[in-house]
């Protein structure tokens, strides 16, 4: 507890938002509603993948995407709300893409981390016990597509 009152809490926000441009705002934690993370590994034909990124930065179910392997391969985390939702994405929507050549897709099944697994790290190679902190476990389903010309 503050023990202020909650004016001034509104003054304090209300200043902070003008000089620093402070936001608040919540998420949903997915895992509680029944949402299902996924690892999600992309490789590209060269020259598509920021395309592709771009693209998966910028869909509500995303949770962050980065670029590996000199621009070829992606590697985000996505968060799929219903089976439908997650099938239309494997299934369709990034193996119909003529850019992505392989899709490796992992379910989060827990996250050994206070913190979100979009700044934790992976168990270590090798590793059967993961009971360092920012380890997560998995179950993984692969999917070779062929590139389309």
Do not use: K
Request: proline residues 5%.
């Amino acid at each position: 507890m503050l023990d202020v009152s909650d004016q001034t809490i509104a003054r304090r926000y209300r200043r902070l938002a003008e000089v620093t441009g402070l936001r608040v705002f919540g998420l949903i934690d997915g895992p509680r509603a029944g949402w299902v993370d996924w690892l999600v590994r992309l490789q590209a034909t060269p020259g598509s993948a920021q395309r592709i990124a771009d693209t998966l930065a910028q869909r509500p179910d995303t949770r962050w995407v980065r670029l590996y392997s000199g621009g070829t391969e992606i590697v985000c985390t996505l968060q799929a709300r219903r089976p439908e939702q997650r099938n239309a994405l494997f299934l369709r929507g990034l193996p119909g893409s003529r850019h992505v050549t392989a899709i490796t897709a992992q379910s989060i099944l827990h996250v050994f981390s206070p913190v979100a697994y979009g700044t934790s790290r992976p168990c270590a190679a090798g590793s059967m016990s993961c009971a360092a902190p920012g380890c997560f476990t998995s179950t993984s389903t692969s999917t070779r597509c062929s590139a389309s010309a």
